[in-house]
């Protein structure tokens, strides 16, 4: 293990949580954990990976979101298609873009991980969104500090003058030319 390089030790890392994250698996001594290994790292070097086809992802995406209509599951079927367009449409760590490649390639491995993803009881769950800071900086008065404004004896009365509304009354009333 000491002539491996970084990358090989970070994804000898990465795989040993991949597996004990999907089998359960905690001890790295267990036989099955050893054998999940063996698969992985064989999958890892000798596998030519294709690049994913965005294309047929998406026709999978609508397919799913047309079946969850003609089943009348309109409620599943607004949220499958607002919530795989926020994804395709959200950046991703250290990737420029939107909509690319591993975006496909993330919703393609979740829909062949997906046993049936039409049938599934489905409930939103609202997610939380990080609560923006209220800003409580007064900046109002900050921006009016040292301004004198004169607010005149009436300051709720709304500025107009005479010439303006007199100019107002002189307008014709519109006819129909009858």
């Given at each position: ?111 062949f991980l997906s046993d049936s993803p039409s049938n ?20 109002g008065k900050y921006l009016m500090e040292g301004e ?31």
């Amino acid at each position: 293990m000491t002539h491996w390089t970084k990358l090989e030790r970070d994804l000898e890392e990465d795989i040993k949580r991949l597996i004990q994250c999907v089998s359960g698996v905690q001890d790295e001594e267990d036989a099955n954990f050893q054998m999940a290994m063996k698969f992985a790292w064989s999958n890892f070097r000798f596998h030519q990976f294709l690049d994913v086809n965005g294309h047929k992802v998406q026709r999978t995406i609508n397919g799913v979101h047309e079946k969850l209509l003609v089943h009348s599951d309109l409620v599943k079927a607004e949220s499958w298609k607002r919530l795989t367009e926020a994804f395709l449409n959200a950046p991703l760590p250290n990737t420029e873009g939107t909509k690319t490649e591993m975006h496909y390639s993330i919703l393609a491995v979740l829909l062949f991980l997906s046993d049936s993803p039409s049938n599934t009881d489905f409930t939103e769950r609202p997610r939380l969104k990080e609560a923006e800071k209220k800003d409580d900086f007064d900046w109002g008065k900050y921006l009016m500090e040292g301004e004198e404004i004169d607010m005149g004896p009436y300051p709720d009365t709304p500025e107009w003058s005479e010439e303006e509304s007199e100019e107002g009354d002189s307008q014709q009333p519109l006819s129909r030319g009858f």
